[in-house]
């Protein structure tokens, strides 16, 4: 499995900006899709998840109501729609990649988005 990130840059607070996974490999062995982020000096945390069919999602606490996670099957991407963006939203964002038939976790090369205050 190959995760390539795109769409993050630099934009100001209360900007927007989708973020994108294009996968490819085995990809009929994914079960479960997500994006995580890792600031400076902290851990790397989850920030949304989403399921093979699209049917289920879930997200951190500090992202509720302003992030979307979403896929399209077709087109083998994942999507990570970012409306009104913080400061604290700045970090490196990674695609993440998991099932059971996989042998480990995959991961994009990750991306970095940056929110100016």
């Known amino acids: 499995v190959q995760l390539v990130e795109s769409g993050g840059g630099l934009v100001q607070a209360g900007d927007s900006l989708r973020l994108s996974c294009a996968v490819s490999g085995s990809t009929f062995k994914i079960d479960v899709m997500g994006w995580y982020r890792q600031a400076p000096g902290k851990r790397r945390e989850m920030v949304a998840g989403?399921?093979?069919?699209?049917?289920?999602?879930n997200y951190a606490d500090s992202v509720k109501g302003r992030f979307t996670i979403s896929r399209d099957n077709a087109k083998s991407t994942m999507y990570l729609q970012m409306n009104s963006l913080k400061p604290e939203d700045t970090a490196v964002y990674y695609c993440?990649?998991?099932?059971?038939?996989?042998?480990?976790?995959?991961w994009g090369q990750g991306i970095q988005v940056t929110v100016s205050s």
């Open positions: 989403i399921t093979s069919s699209g049917g289920s999602a």
């Open positions: 993440n990649a998991q099932g059971i038939r996989l042998l480990k976790p995959y």
